[in-house]
């Protein structure tokens, strides 16, 4: 079975894991979190990278921080479908006014076109699958403070600036099948000294300087220093895991160009794929579950793309998601992990083509078996 994804760890990852078990250090004192914090500041971009335990501790971060450093907002935009923790996060703070914009059919994202905002507006840009939202340009033509769900983007860039670099605030995650993995984590980004001053006290618990006294309420966000040793080795082989993903890609890409009724995810202009995973969105399929039972007696695993909104029934969203409903039964999700050879990815391209010619060949005979 070809799975969706394999997790990279290379020798000095694990060397640093051990190191930190060894030491004693096991929990989040010791020296890998603030090693990792400052390579990946310098690999992002960003003056301050805060380490976290996951990427939806992260998320949580950027919407307290919105809601501390913006206490007018009343309203956020959202995409119409993306995954959840960036719906809860905005819940956890409270905000009652969650608009969902529906996705642009073409880039999967949040179509900026039909974004509208008032005064007390802001955006929580999210970037689906890895494909990336311009953020600079939406900063430019909107005076509204955003902040990022940057989880799926590591690697990806707008305007030659690594995503999450730009915005008010913005979300990592290091789970097992992003790019760069730590087992669970995140970071919280940020180029302002208050906002990350105030982030890092949320994350241990709203400590003051003085040792159990607390001000502010917080929460148990911190990474371990096990987590921090995996996530700095990974760090180091940067532009190998770079390499060899844009490796995948193109194979995928290069393959599946040129197809009649099938389609990758666009690029936003000026802006380039983190390429995290490989979705394909099959025109005229009509159910997810039908294409990935074809792939899977194919020994190919798939996933679907996140669903619209009102499926979710804890949520009380408004706004519109007749596109995301349409990606969300055409869009299947296919292995993209770095262990892939070339000829694998050949053979997955040959059966994705195998299975785009059969449910175009059903849809023009009008048949509703697939």
């Not at 009652?96 to 996705?103: F, H, S, T, Y």
């Not at 380039?272 to 194919?298: E, L």
Request: aromatic share 12%; hydrophobic share 35%; glycine share 6%.
């Amino acid at each position: 079975m070809h799975k969706i994804y394999e997790p990279y760890l290379p020798r000095k990852s694990l060397e640093y894991a051990k190191e930190a078990i060894d030491s004693g250090w096991i929990s989040s004192l010791g020296d890998y979190p603030e090693k990792s914090s400052r390579l990946l500041g310098e690999k992002l971009g960003v003056k301050y990278a805060l380490p976290v335990n996951s990427g939806t501790s992260a998320t949580h971060l950027t919407a307290i921080s919105l809601k501390k450093f913006f206490p007018n907002i009343d309203e956020v935009l959202v995409p119409s479908a993306c995954y959840i923790a960036a719906y809860n996060s905005l819940i956890y703070e409270g905000y009652k006014n969650i608009v969902a914009i529906d996705l642009d059919i073409d880039t999967w994202n949040m179509s900026i076109d039909k974004i509208k905002l008032n005064k007390n507006s802001a955006i929580m840009a999210v970037h689906n699958l890895g494909g990336i939202i311009n953020v600079p340009k939406l900063l430019k033509n909107h005076n509204s403070p955003i902040i990022e769900d940057n989880c799926e983007g590591f690697f990806g860039k707008y305007e030659g600036n690594p995503s999450g670099s730009k915005s008010f605030c913005s979300s990592l995650s290091f789970f097992g099948n992003k790019n760069i993995t730590s087992g669970e984590g995140g970071a919280f980004l940020t180029n302002e000294k208050d906002v990350y001053e105030f982030a890092l006290k949320i994350h241990g618990q709203g400590q003051t300087s003085t040792r159990y006294i607390h001000d502010e309420l917080g929460y148990n966000y911190r990474m371990t220093n096990i987590q921090a040793g995996l996530l700095l080795g990974q760090l180091e082989e940067y532009e190998y895991i770079y390499s060899e993903k844009k490796r995948v890609f193109d194979r995928y890409s290069q393959n599946l160009k040129n197809q009649t009724f099938l389609s990758l995810q666009s690029a936003e202009d000026g802006c380039d794929h983190s390429m995290w995973m490989i979705g394909v969105r099959f025109h005229c399929a009509k159910s997810f579950a039908k294409s990935s039972h074809f792939f899977k007696s194919n020994n190919i695993e798939t996933r679907p793309m996140f669903y619209s909104y009102d499926k979710h029934t804890h949520l009380s969203l408004k706004g519109s998601h007749t596109n995301s409903d349409i990606l969300q039964n055409q869009i299947a999700v296919f292995p993209s992990h770095i262990f892939l050879k070339n000829e694998e990815i050949d053979e997955i391209c040959d059966r994705i083509i195998a299975y785009n010619s059969l449910v175009f060949q059903n849809w023009a005979d009008k048949n509703d078996l697939i």
